[in-house]
């Protein structure tokens, strides 16, 4: 069965502490590997698609890479406003879209 | 301003009330989606439609239903056979040019009374 783990579940970092989040999967034949941002009560927002192992994608203090197993969401500086939940999502060939359970991130000042 | 809207935020159900979340979108997407979020889980898939008046379930579709009557409009019906409704329901949309990318709405959360 198709499984996307995302770790850790939560992480607590200072302002300006650079870390990783991970997201393991294991889909064969993916169709593409997709983060969002969710804050608090709202919709996810699209970040990034990657679709195969090597691709790296960066937005302002974010990186997303990926390998046959995994993909990694880098946050270099973190700043308070970065603090939300981050959601990965696999597409398997089938076309179903199978998402994590999130991490969520807090930056303190 | 495009974009996809879920109305209304809030919504309350009492035991045995069938009720409706509403989804539109203007940024002509084709297919349209919707999930369902717990607290710890990953979202799961209810129903989908690619095409007006065609949809399928998801994974978890009992108790639910919708309707694809028109492009930019994908209701969903919470009924009563839905034996554990509460939590926040989220459409999302895609266009034919970038089928894989999902593009969500604001979110619609539902509590049973």
């Known amino acids: 069965e198709d499984q996307v783990t995302q770790s850790p579940e939560a992480l607590r970092l200072q302002e300006g502490e650079s870390s990783s989040l991970n997201c393991s999967y294991t889909?064969?034949?993916?169709?593409?590997l997709f983060w969002y941002r969710q804050d608090p009560g709202k919709g996810p927002e699209f970040l990034f698609t990657?679709?195969?192992a090597g691709e790296e994608k960066e937005k302002e203090r974010l990186k997303a890479t990926l390998t046959k197993k995994e993909s990694f969401l880098h946050i270099t500086a973190p700043k308070p406003e970065d603090s939300a939940t981050y959601l990965c999502?696999?597409?398997?060939?089938?076309?179903?879209?199978?998402f994590g359970a999130g991490t969520r991130l807090t930056v303190k000042p | 301003d495009g974009g996809i809207t879920q109305s209304p935020k809030y919504l309350f159900r009492k035991e045995g009330q069938n009720v409706t979340l509403s989804c539109e979108q203007n940024?002509?997407?084709?297919?349209m989606y919707w999930y369902r979020q717990d607290p710890g889980q990953g979202l799961r898939l209810i129903y989908y439609?690619?095409?007006?008046?065609?949809?399928q379930k998801g994974d978890i579709a009992e108790g639910y239903s919708v309707s694809r009557e028109k492009k930019e409009s994908f209701p969903l019906t919470v009924t009563s056979a839905q034996k554990n409704p509460t939590a926040f329901y989220l459409c999302?949309?895609?266009?034919?040019?970038?089928?894989?990318?999902?593009?969500f709405g604001p979110g619609t959360r539902l509590t049973v009374l």
């Open positions: 999302a949309s895609t266009w034919a040019a970038d089928p894989y990318t999902q593009y």
């Open positions: 889909v064969s034949g993916l169709r593409g």
């Open positions: 990657l679709y195969s």
């Open positions: 999502a696999v597409r398997a060939p089938g076309g179903d879209m199978r």
């Open positions: 940024l002509n997407h084709d297919a």
């Open positions: 439609s690619q095409i007006v008046n065609d949809f």
